[in-house]
């Protein structure tokens, strides 16, 4: 019997996958970060306050705070990825589709409706996400082992990255005056990618036949017995059942014990703080809503296009600083595919200076350079630690990032340490998944990745539904004359006959004269920068640790 060559073989096939298996990342993660700039139009608008915001945002989190997440990871390495990713992407896209439902008024147009349906929408779309975020990386691991995985990984991220993105820069483009029609437009995301998953589903059973046809030929060469090969077989399928000793192994491994918590502690203090990035820029350093007339970048008659394109060409750059110099043999040949990549995008960029000038002054487009600089850094990130290693020592590096850029957006007023803040958070956003993840890969064993993953994405939502909740809450709290006097506004203004949307617009002006008052994040913030001093203090002792059970987290993952 002949060996045949696998799918995963083949390179153009891998990036394939890669595109297909990641658009779930980029919709769901689109889908998690859209209301980021929605939460100053869903009060005006909905009556939703910031503290509501962010109890719809904090209990997305909640089914996996209880163990959603190891359920469906124990589900992965049972089920495998089809049947799991099917499953819980279909469930996600259940939540997103009911959370569009209760933003139409379909279940009742009151406040309490409302809000009780889009936080049901919220916990079933939640319930989803990290399991889905979990088969991706499985998946990955899967076509990519052995070949460019910690570049895999990076771009994977880097499709979660540009949803993220995108939605922050064109959610309020899609709204208009009305939260609704950008709710429904992130839904109608997830339900495309889920059928870009079924198209994949078509190459990953191509994959186990063709693994499982091999495996009998290296049997038949090896003359041994096909009942001895079905012996071997079910021996095989037992040692990956699942076993809860497997699970008390991996909670009592120190290395795997301080990279869970270091993940706890890192995204604690970056996603719940993209929800509030564009109201932070807006109220404190007096950043724009809404982009002037003209400023606009049209496409088809559509900003939101516009925009998207504008985003689109940034990603297909990162890829290309990565990708490019990475293909070429000679090193001569890698600086000038690096050089004329840098040129062409530099000539560009001084095209469109005068429009990219007036974005840096709105607050959803400045607020989208957190998952810009992801877009931009993480492949390349990826890519050295797959040449280099050095993973704990980047994670050192990209937790210091973190409290410069919470420190320099809480405690100071400058708007030019605002933005070096900003992008220190996007550089170490990129610095610390490209450096984490694949290191999880060498602490754990394969047959065992789908627990482990999910097993920090349960510790990790912890942090999160914590931050995304508390935030909110903390801003409700020190901002009372605030709250208060933009609910009278606006009961005042809806009882004129005004629309929501029409309030939301009023409310603005009102606060540009200085009517109404803006809100103070200073201690909101400021209280995230704990969270990066916990952060520099695990990868400190994930690398004493890896120095001691020797997993190699500091040396090349190719190499």
Request: charged letters at 15%; proline letters at 3%; a neutral charge.
């Amino acid at each position: 019997m002949q060996r045949q060559k696998l799918l995963n073989e083949s390179k153009a096939v891998r990036w394939l996958v890669l595109v297909l298996v990641s658009s779930l990342m980029f919709s769901t993660y689109y889908f998690q970060d859209f209301f980021s700039p929605l939460r100053d139009l869903m009060e005006s608008d909905l009556g939703i306050n910031s503290e509501e915001f962010g109890r719809i945002i904090g209990l997305t989190t909640i089914a996996n705070m209880f163990g959603m997440i190891i359920i469906g990871g124990i589900i992965l390495d049972k089920w495998g990825i089809r049947l799991a990713g099917l499953a819980f992407g279909g469930l996600a896209t259940l939540g997103a589709a009911i959370t569009a439902l209760a933003s139409m008024g379909v279940f009742g147009d009151d406040k309490s409706t409302v809000l009780t349906f889009m936080i049901i929408g919220r916990i079933l779309f939640g319930s989803g996400l990290e399991v889905v975020c979990v088969v991706a990386t499985r998946t990955i691991v899967k076509w990519f082992k052995g070949y460019e995985l910690a570049l895999a990984m990076a771009i994977n991220m880097g499709f979660g990255r540009l949803g993220s993105a995108l939605a922050i820069a064109i959610s309020l483009d899609i709204a208009g005056l009305k939260v609704s029609p950008a709710v429904v437009f992130a839904a109608a995301l997830i339900g495309i990618s889920l059928i870009f998953f079924v198209i994949y589903m078509f190459f990953d059973i191509k994959l186990d036949k063709q693994v499982k046809a091999n495996k009998a030929a290296d049997l038949a060469r090896k003359d041994v017995e096909l009942a001895a090969g079905a012996v071997m077989e079910k021996e095989e399928a037992a040692d990956e059942d699942f076993k809860f000793a497997d699970l008390v192994k991996l909670v009592t491994n120190k290395s795997f014990i301080y990279i869970a918590l270091l993940c706890v502690a890192f995204y604690s203090a970056v996603f719940p703080f993209i929800q509030y990035a564009p109201d932070l820029l807006v109220n404190k350093f007096g950043f724009s809503y809404y982009l002037p007339e003209g400023a606009a970048v049209v496409v088809a008659g559509s900003e939101a296009l516009g925009s998207s394109l504008v985003y689109v060409i940034i990603f297909i750059f990162a890829l290309s600083v990565t990708l490019i110099p990475n293909g070429m043999k000679t090193t001569s040949g890698k600086r000038l595919s690096l050089i004329t990549i840098l040129a062409v995008f530099a000539v560009i960029v001084y095209l469109v200076r005068d429009t990219l000038g007036i974005w840096l002054h709105n607050g959803p487009k400045t607020a989208s350079l957190i998952p810009l600089g992801t877009i931009i850094f993480t492949p390349i990130f990826g890519s050295y630690v797959d040449r280099k290693g050095k993973a704990a020592s980047l994670m050192i590096l990209g937790s210091l990032l973190l409290i410069f850029a919470h420190l320099s957006l809480s405690i100071f007023q400058s708007k030019f340490l605002a933005y070096g803040g900003l992008l220190s958070l996007g550089i170490a956003f990129s610095l610390v998944p490209a450096a984490m993840w694949p290191s999880v890969a060498k602490i754990v064993p394969e047959n065992r990745l789908g627990t482990a993953y999910a097993t920090m994405f349960t510790v990790q939502n912890w942090g999160l539904g914590a931050f995304f909740w508390g935030i909110g809450a903390l801003l409700y709290k020190v901002n009372p004359a605030v709250v208060s006097a933009i609910a009278e506004t606006r009961e005042r203004l809806l009882a004129t006959g005004l629309t929501g949307g029409e309030v939301a617009d009023q409310i603005k002006v009102l606060q540009l004269e200085g009517t109404l008052p803006y809100y103070d994040y200073t201690w909101p913030i400021l209280m995230l920068v704990v969270c990066g001093v916990i952060s520099i203090f695990l990868a400190f002792k994930l690398r004493q640790a890896d120095k001691e059970q020797g997993y190699g987290l500091e040396l090349p993952s190719n190499g």
